[in-house]
């Protein structure tokens, strides 16, 4: 049975949840889920704003043939060719004979990629700024290259100043029936999620989301659609500070982020004692161990705080292994614009705090604070004293 709600009067979220995804993207654990959104807009002509994952696509057939009511689907936008807003094309393609599919040029190259069927004949192709009426609504297509792929664009309703965002402003979680961001307490419970999806899958590409938000300002938006998360229709102005900051790679709070790798338990105890030594002088800090911590996780409090530090024992000559996951990761991520201590470990000869140096150097505008303490298997008083220091000298530069 169909299971939809009312965006407007006339358009209607045909998505749908999958609760039981282990891993977005084959990486990301999605403990709570995750909606794929689409939108039917029901004017003179109708238009349907992408589809979605595989998982779900029976949810979602359900769902438009209710939302038609009967009437013929006109157009298909695609926005987006990743596969968990794409998987469902061909089908609706194919039930939905009169069907044209509204897209640019490398979505276009992308459909005959991934799907088989004739699209030549059925095809309009738009360019930035390409209008299409509907009827009463007037739809923009504006290119958001990287945004998550090459292909990405958006589209503004400026009828009703509606952006369908793409992949911008997603949210991991499921809807569970609220669709709206107002309609549930955001900043406690999902803006971490929001946090989480930003920086593991568009974060890598602040410039260009940087630049969707210059496009964005000059458009009067009421309220935003993206493909995954909450509908915005109130204080849009939250998540788009929020986004000008992670697109910037701004942090968002004044505070530590150790992250930790430790075999035996020593390291973590270096750790353990900076943090307290932070705490005690009026340091807000988080704690992770990165063999237990989803790297998403930890790369998200990457983007959120203005200090981190990284403690890691010496592992074959190397780095520890989720440690130096981690690392590659953020390095990946683009993370930039922070304050880095560094602590290594080693019994014969330590190696991971150089190691960790070179990968986090590649980053645009670190500074680090030294010096990085290296400890011999486990901590000795001169140690103590090292970390007291580093962490005064943290709480100096966090508190200035
Ligand atoms: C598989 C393995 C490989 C290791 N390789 C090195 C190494 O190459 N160089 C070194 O100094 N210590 C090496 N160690 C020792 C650990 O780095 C050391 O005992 C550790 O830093 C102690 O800190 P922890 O209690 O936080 O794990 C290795 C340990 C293991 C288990
Ligand atoms: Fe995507
Ligand atoms: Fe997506």
Request: proline share 2%; charged share 20%; with cysteine.
């Amino acid at each position: 049975m169909h299971c939809m709600r009312n965006v407007t009067a006339d358009l209607i979220w045909v998505g749908a949840n999958d609760r039981r995804l282990a891993m977005f993207e084959g990486v990301y654990s999605v403990p709570a889920g995750v909606s794929y959104n689409s939108y039917l807009l029901l004017d003179e002509k109708t238009v349907l704003f992408d589809t979605v994952d595989k998982a779900v696509r029976h949810r979602f057939m359900e769902n438009i043939t209710a939302a038609l009511d009967g009437r013929i689907l006109d157009y298909l936008v695609v926005q987006h060719m990743e596969p968990d807003h794409s998987a469902s094309i061909e089908e609706i393609a194919g039930k939905y004979r009169e069907l044209k599919i509204v897209c640019n040029a490398k979505t276009l190259a992308f459909i005959k990629q991934f799907h088989h069927f004739d699209i030549d004949s059925r095809v309009i192709i738009v360019a930035e700024n390409d209008t299409l009426v509907t009827g009463k609504h007037q739809l923009q297509f504006i290119m958001a290259a990287m945004v998550h792929w090459p292909e990405v664009m958006v589209t503004y309703d400026a009828t009703d100043g509606i952006l369908f965002s793409a992949d911008a402003f997603g949210s991991f979680g499921a809807l569970n029936g609220a669709l709206f961001a107002d309609e549930v307490d955001f900043s406690r419970d999902y803006l971490d999620e929001a946090r989480r999806y930003y920086a593991n899958i568009v974060g890598k590409y602040g410039p260009q989301v940087a630049t969707l938000l210059g496009k964005a300002a000059n458009l009067n938006i009421q309220m935003i659609c993206p493909l995954h998360g909450f509908v915005w229709r109130q204080d849009l102005s939250d998540i788009r500070d929020k986004y000008d900051k992670w697109s910037h790679y701004q942090p968002e709070e004044i505070g530590v982020m150790i992250a930790y790798a430790s075999v035996y338990g020593n390291t973590e105890n270096a750790a353990e004692i900076l943090s307290v030594h932070l705490r005690e002088q009026g340091v807000r800090t988080v704690m992770y161990d990165v063999s237990v911590t989803p790297a998403s996780e930890v790369v998200a409090a990457a983007f959120r705080f203005s200090h981190l530090v990284f403690a890691s024992t010496t592992y074959n000559s190397g780095i520890f292994v989720t440690m130096e996951a981690l690392l590659a990761d953020l390095v990946a991520h683009n993370i930039s614009n922070r304050t880095i201590a560094l602590i290594e470990n080693g019994s014969w000869a330590a190696t991971s705090g150089k190691l960790m140096r070179e990968r986090l150097e590649k980053c645009k505008n670190i500074t680090f604070i030294e010096n990085t303490i290296s400890i011999k298997s486990s901590l000795k008083e001169p140690q103590l004293e090292e970390l007291a220091l580093m962490a005064a000298k943290i709480a100096a530069d966090v508190n200035q």
